[in-house]
């Protein structure tokens, strides 16, 4: 398995290691300690070396941020996680707060109303929100003070896991479309353009990207732990571990960069940072402070210049996505055709259901890894939206349930990402009057057009209107960025109440509205979306966008109440089946094709009556 059921939090661990930093917080003279979730490249998933807030707290999410004091600590995240961190941390050591409705620096100015010192990791900060943190400490009467050393690795000792070695591997430029040089001579007319001396580059996939590596030192994330300055002429210089070079890689690089150890980028800052009338490039929303603060005045302030490209996916990696694609979804057909025949037992569970979904990602062949831990909840549990499960909070499944079942796969040609809501036996009217609700919102999404230059945060309304319309929403983004064969997570695209990058064509985006019903039960439609250009429309004067569909399998027709859609939300409905039966049909057995015919039968406005409702044949 590429994922594990056993339980790594343990909330009673929480006081005697919360005692071990304080010990180490009286040593060096601070009254308060911050501990991100972020490791030294910023982010948002991290090698075990690096779970510094799972290791104190307990707390195993992907964003959050833990604020120890002497007498007082909190765990602040957002609202797709505070109920998964009020389970996992010790209650009586950390309290949990809404970091989305309440700062954490008002906490911390209720706890200690006459301030004192804060102590951080300049390492795994980003320097723009240390400038932000300043202020805010300062209306508070907090001063802040970086550290040279880790106050949890020294409390974790050495028991802390070494930092990953995994082996580079070659990205082909056939799946790439643009070879390394070309890549590295668009950044360096940049810095020419932009009369900069060099670029220093922090984010791994960015690296990735322009050298056309991948890696395998995060979980499930095909990137290389690495650090890279890229000069306006001449070889860019890359600090990485030499233990992950193998042959081919190292070959592959040495025709490309100067090859340093990572420990040496140090040295390398401060050589810049000494020569006379030097602009060096660096990203403060993605930099950790300590680059920054080693650039000194020769720190110009400016985007990754391999976000933006990264993101606008080439012609070969549009068509590896849609390969890769039409794959995963023969897996997904497999897989549900297969959850419709178990569903009818009192035997199955969550943990068999990831299970026998990696099995079918396996059997093609070409899987790499999946692209993140399957989400596989149940009843209540599907209302957790970033639930894991657990030999301990595995469940049976239960008639009359849903199920929400979130994954993805990384496959050389493109990383894939889809959830479906899936009906376990016969889902309530209420489940069925939501269901219609979220999947309202993802066609709106899905047939959107939208003009050149549009935002994320402008189309995140269409998700969301026919929530708002009975009282509901949901905590977490419309939509994210999905890299190509890199992070599943992937910026600056976003379609979210956040999302101000605009949307260009070949970005890749997820469209996946939700509703979750606390202690009840869970649903999101997910699929991934490409930004296209669309045809004119009569009389209108503006180029418009819209989006291709990436995304192939059936959405349960169960769950759905058919008079509520409108005839045109009906056409799309059908349009996509069909889409998705002619696609896959060819791939698929007679037996597989029987039950996705079924699957994707065409949907009337005519009520489903409960007959209909019961599980496929």
């Known amino acids: 398995m590429l994922q594990s059921f056993e339980s790594t939090s343990d909330p009673s661990l929480g006081p005697p290691r919360v005692k071990a930093v304080r010990a180490e917080m009286n040593d060096v ?3 308060v300690f911050l501990v991100p979730r972020s490791d030294e490249y910023q982010g948002e998933y991290v090698p075990t070396s690096a779970e510094r807030l799972k290791w104190v707290s307990g707390f195993s999410g992907s964003a959050g941020l833990a604020v120890i004091a ?3 600590a909190v765990v602040a995240t957002d609202g797709r ?5 009020r389970a996992q941390v010790h209650g009586a050591t950390f309290e949990v707060i809404d970091s989305t409705e309440k700062p954490w620096i008002e906490w911390l100015a209720a706890k200690l109303p006459n301030g004192g010192t804060i102590g951080f990791d300049p390492r795994l900060h980003t320097a723009q929100s240390l400038t932000t943190l300043r202020g805010e400490a300062g209306k508070h009467g907090f001063t802040l003070k970086a550290l040279s050393a880790n106050l949890v690795d020294r409390a974790w000792g050495r028991t802390r896991p070494a930092p990953p070695i995994g082996a580079i591997a070659v990205q082909p430029v056939a799946l790439a479309g643009v070879a390394a040089e070309v890549k590295i001579a668009d950044v360096q007319k940049l810095l020419k353009a932009e009369q900069q001396h060099a670029v220093v580059l922090t984010m791994p996939d960015s690296i990735a990207w322009l050298l056309n590596i991948r890696g395998s030192d995060v979980p499930h994330n095909p990137v290389v732990l690495a650090y890279a300055v890229v000069p306006v002429k001449g070889k860019p210089e890359l600090f990485v571990d030499p233990a992950k070079l193998t042959v081919d890689s190292k070959k592959h690089l040495s025709a490309l960069v100067k090859l340093s150890p990572v420990e040496e980028l140090g040295g390398r800052l401060r050589e810049m940072k000494a020569e006379k009338d030097r602009k060096v490039r660096v990203d403060p929303a993605t930099a950790s402070a300590w680059v920054v ?8 302030h400016g985007i990754d210049p391999c976000v933006l490209p990264k993101a606008k996916k080439n012609r070969a990696e549009l068509d590896g996505a ?10 997904m057909v497999r897989f549900l055709a297969w959850l419709d025949g178990e569903s009818a037992s009192n035997s199955l569970d969550e943990v068999r259901i990831v299970q026998r979904l990696e099995a079918f990602r396996s059997a093609t062949g070409a899987l790499k890894d999946i692209s993140f831990a399957t989400i596989a909840g149940s009843g209540p549990n599907g209302a957790l939206p970033h639930y894991r499960v657990t030999k301990e909070s595995n469940r049976l499944l239960q008639q009359g349930e849903m199920i929400v079942i979130d994954s993805g796969g990384q496959y050389q040609d493109g990383t894939t990402d889809i959830t479906r809501t899936v009906a376990i036996g016969m889902p309530s009217a209420e489940m069925r009057q939501r269901f219609t609700q979220v999947l309202k919102g993802h ?16 189309l995140d309304t269409l998700a969301r209107y026919h929530l708002w319309q009975a009282g509901l929403d949901f905590e977490h983004g419309t939509g994210h960025g999905v890299g190509s064969f890199l992070s599943v997570h992937e910026g600056p695209q976003s379609i979210s109440k956040r999302g101000m990058a605009t949307l260009e064509p070949g970005m890749i985006v997820s469209n996946e509205p939700g509703f979750y019903k606390q202690g009840a039960f869970g649903i999101r439609i997910e699929n991934l979306e490409v930004v296209s250009d669309a045809t004119a429309i009569k009389g209108g004067d503006r180029p418009m966008l819209g989006f291709e569909c990436l995304t192939l399998a059936p959405i349960d027709y169960r769950c759905i109440e058919p008079d509520q859609l409108t005839q045109a939300e009906v056409a799309w409905f059908n349009s996509y089946h069909a889409r998705v039966l002619a696609t896959l049909a060819g791939a698929l057995t007679a037996e597989e094709r029987k039950w996705l015919t079924t699957a994707t039968k065409p949907l009337s406005r005519v009520p489903l009556v409960p007959s209909l409702l019961k599980p496929r044949d």
């Open 70 to 72: 002497m007498k007082a």
């Open 29 to 31: 003279g601070v009254q």
């Open 81 to 85: 996680y505070t109920l998964q961190a």
């Open 293 to 300: 603060n080693a650039l000194g005045s020769c720190a110009a």
């Open 322 to 331: 849609r390969a890769a694609h039409v794959r995963d979804g023969v897996a």
């Open 443 to 458: 066609i709106a999404i899905a047939t959107a057009r939208f003009p050149v230059g549009t935002r994320g945060i402008q």
